[in-house]
């Protein structure tokens, strides 16, 4: 469990959200560098648990990121954090925590100094830095290292790091751009595990990917962006039904394809079979999760040995594909 982040002291923050007031709200947001659009048009509301901003690179994940944290500001159209407008009353910043997609550390200092150097910025005691430092640190799992040198860690806890200082100020919103890029399973599970804890808790977090499975194993709140507009915002499974319309490819690998083939073809699910390689067969249907769940026992009836199972076109490059009609 998260420990109690709230510690009395200066910086110490009572608050409770306000009803029907969404932590982020764009209205017609767009941001532009000379003729180059990076965000296009944008009107969303988030607020509250986790939610998973995809896109392939260049899409405009980063531009409103920064947008947000206010590294910058839009070109046209309306921001509101928290109800207010940021460029009038910097005030909703203090309750923002943000990890940047760049790998930006003091290497020479520990996990436990740069935390507790940030948490100083905040106007907290030399004391109560330390321990929000600790708790924050606790929370990420990097209490047995944190007075190492973050030189000396990994890319995932170098991640971790990054994750803790923006948690010391105790924020209601939280912004992670890309957090699982270059990590390793291990260190992946463990920052997932944060994250879905910190929705748990009611904070509003908003993580962005260019990954679909990594954004699923997350959360089921979506919103795609691509060439810097919107595309699709809501529950994943629903956009995947949505999506049911279009032919799915299922690829199996087995010592007896054609056999498997002739066997799947009969499945009322199934509108066609090919065989792209030696080993592979290719099974097409118009109803993806329909088919997974009928799979093990055709498979079992058919009575032929299945060593690997895949979804070649069951990706964010299809998703965007289907959602641009082709034009991605």
């Known amino acids: ?52 901003l995809l896109g392939p690179n260049g899409a405009g994940k980063s531009t409103l990121f920064k947008i947000l944290a206010g590294k910058l500001k839009p070109s046209q159209g309306t921001v509101r954090l928290f109800g207010t407008d940021p460029w009038k009353s910097a005030a909703p910043f203090s309750r923002i925590g943000y990890v940047s997609e760049n790998d930006a550390l003091y290497d020479w200092m520990t996990a436990l100094d740069f935390v507790t150097t940030l948490a100083r ?28 040198e973050i030189g000396k860690f990994s890319k995932g806890m170098r991640q971790r790091v990054k994750i803790a200082h923006a948690l010391v100020n105790d924020p209601e919103l939280i912004i992670l751009d890309e957090p699982l890029q270059g990590c390793d399973p291990l260190a992946r599970t463990t920052i997932m595990n944060v994250i879905r804890e910190l929705g748990a808790m009611g904070r509003t977090v908003i993580v962005s990917s260019h990954i679909l499975e990594e954004i699923e194993r997350i959360t089921e709140q979506i919103v795609i962006l691509n060439n810097g507009r919107l595309l699709a915002l809501g529950n994943v499974h629903a956009i995947r039904n949505m999506l049911d319309a279009h032919p799915h490819s299922i690829a199996l690998t087995t010592e007896e394809p054609r056999e498997l083939g002739k066997a799947l073809l009969v499945h009322e699910k199934v509108f ?3 065989f792209p390689d030696e080993g592979k067969l290719i099974v097409q249907t118009h109803h993806l999760g329909e088919l997974h769940g009928d799979l093990p026992q055709a498979l079992v009836d058919a009575k032929i040995k299945v060593t690997a199972i895949d979804n070649p076109d069951d990706n964010l490059e299809s998703i965007l594909t289907y959602l641009t009609g082709g034009e991605n």
């Open 1 to 52: 469990m998260m420990p109690d982040l709230n510690q009395s002291g200066a910086a110490q923050k009572e608050w409770m959200p306000q009803e029907n007031i969404p932590a982020v709200m764009l209205d017609h947001v767009s941001k532009w560098y000379g003729n180059i659009v990076g965000m296009n048009d944008i009107s969303l509301a988030i607020s509250g648990g986790v939610t998973g």
């Open 272 to 274: 066609g079979v090919h």
């Open 121 to 148: 910025l905040y106007g907290y005691t030399r004391e109560e830095a330390r321990i929000k430092a600790e708790k924050v640190l606790e929370f990420v799992d990097l209490t047995e290292v944190m007075n190492k």
